[in-house]
């Protein structure tokens, strides 16, 4: 015997967590009065900002598609996938601190290369928790729409797997070289978009 | 004779209340830029903002499915669904003060207790109110949806009333041992996510 | 010739702009940690900061719930009707900013009374709105849903209006006693929220 | 072949983001308790602030029309409307900074003009992207639901095309007069308003 839950309010209450992550990175930008002698020089100068705006933005947004595209093939949640989705959640809305984080360490020789892999870690516990999601569902296929077949369940799986390797590596590569590895999360949050996966594919003539 | 409101947007306007309250816990997380010489210890010194962080997402992740559970199964609400509904969302929406001071006052001594007792009557007044809610609900049957049997009203009634409880032991426990209790009320509300009902329960062979 | 928008992304922003305005009320709230000596004490002392929180988070309660009551009749929204709704919203989402200026002024007798007046302004502007915005439709007839009845109109148009006299009364009041006004409109809310009408009226036996 | 999306939850997300955006703008706006011996001269000060909120909200409130109009003549988004709309929100979340920036700029003889033109230029992309959205599904009429005729079509496109013309001239007086400037956003945004599409078009008699 097991519990189930219609996906309706899922949807509202996770696109409400992202929306708010989202919108919330830009509270974190901001340029001291101070500095408004020369205003141009100011707003260039928060550039590690802007990356960690774009970065935190594009990735929140690859998945959220993901994770449009695991629900909208979901035909009812069980408990473990409520669960899971809390943890995903948590660690999304997490994301604001780690971000603000990188924003103000990076060029701080003593204090980046750990922003930049605490922030890592963070994006590392997203991607594994949104592949487990999936794995989940995807081995309990009573919990699946009917119309899923066994190869769009491959497909998708595909898409959310590798992000894990890249992270790992791209962590790795922060103890080394932490502003190269800042450009690489937002190198894989960009491929992430463009690899996204609709709720149904078409053939087109 | 007296007034009905269709649920809809009691869902949507609650889940917005929620998605936030829990969003915005993050905000109150941070690292003066004195302490970056030694990022790693800066970031693990955090230890009672992320305590707070988990507990209070995990509280409010566990109310939010408790309310689920709730709103699914009324068919209508009156006025004092709403009434009830809106002091809820109250006492959820506060839930970001005392928990920033839990993570401030946590280590200083003559503080910690305070703190934790308040953030424990916060939950308290949570854990109240929404058996409160759903008290309401069960004595008025008309505000039900029909194919809801009494023995799943009971087995509600059984899941959101011993935490009441609990949570006044634990505020109990804060005067002698703050820490520990701040440890309980994370307990508590792991205990609450997984012994939330879905929608629906459904046999499996 | 005339434009018209359905209903739904009208509740769903709206409701958006409410949810997220009755909760930013609370980051305005904080302990300095030079009180920690004496928390209890401290946390009593804000007194007037939990009394702003209570009044604007009723208040948008109940505005929450007249737009629910006024928008469910409409059968769909004209260009004016989205007009006046985005300036309801934009005098709603002001709130915040107010609701902190009594929270710091009161007891500061040079500053108390322009507080509680400019935050009755914006009460006031909110109450003209939406009794504006029920006019409107109640004028225009071929927006409501059909089986919306004269009666009906009149009773909503009854329980929208008089909140302006009384706010009104109220500002004025706040000239005198500012302190005694500050809990007029605490009162004027909790009216509203008792006094708000429902999607349907039904009969009981 | 290509990936399609239905478009409840682009509606959810993106109504989500234009929701806090449109919300966090109060959160710039405040008084030092220094200036609370005259309250009145203090909120007065505050013009800057209010004509920023006001303009802000103002653009979203328009912008949320003109994506309403857009999104409710899809049948199904695809890939690219999916990476469109994720930009749109990425400019549209950022305008709070500059929004702070101008309300703290503007008789900042030093700072005004770049932070009027920074301003103005988030204005132009956001205004660039919304076009480029409706004309990328104009472009791909399957994207479109049925009945949107070639007429409509136009329609929509000439009133989401000339703000961008406006949007750079007003930038290039912010080099000259940036203050005018400043109000030439305000205007540009109630004009959007006023000229926005509705759902359908009725004939009256």
């Known amino acids: 015997m097991s519990d189930r839950w219609s996906t309706g309010r899922l949807e509202a209450f996770s696109d409400g967590v992202f929306a708010i992550a989202i919108t919330l990175l830009v509270l974190e930008i901001g ?30 947004g690859g998945i959220w598609l993901a994770h449009h595209s695991i ?6 949640a069980d408990a473990n996938v409520m669960r899971l989705n809390l943890l995903l959640l948590m660690f999304v809305a997490f994301l604001p601190f780690p971000t603000k984080l990188v924003a103000e360490a990076i060029d701080n020789s003593s204090a980046e290369s750990a922003a930049v892999i605490f922030y890592g870690l963070d994006l590392l516990a997203i991607s594994v928790t949104v592949s487990g999601m999936w794995r989940y569902i995807a081995a309990h296929r009573d919990l699946l729409a009917e119309d899923v077949g ?34 690489g999360y937002l ?14 594919t078409v053939s087109r003539e």
């Not at 595909?158 to 070289?177: K, Q, W």
């Open 31 to 60: 340029v001291k009065e101070t500095e408004f002698d020369d205003l141009w020089h100011a707003i260039g100068a928060q550039w590690p900002s802007y990356l960690g705006y774009v970065t935190s933005f594009v990735t929140i």
């Open 150 to 183: 066994a190869e769009e369940i491959r497909a998708i799986s595909s898409r959310t797997a590798p992000s894990i390797g890249f992270y790992a590596a791209v962590v790795a590569l922060a103890i080394l070289a932490p502003q190269v590895a800042a450009f």
């Open 187 to 200: 190198a894989i949050a960009v491929v992430a978009v463009f690899r996204s996966r609709g709720d149904r």
């Open 71 to 76: 629900v909208r093939r979901l035909d009812q």
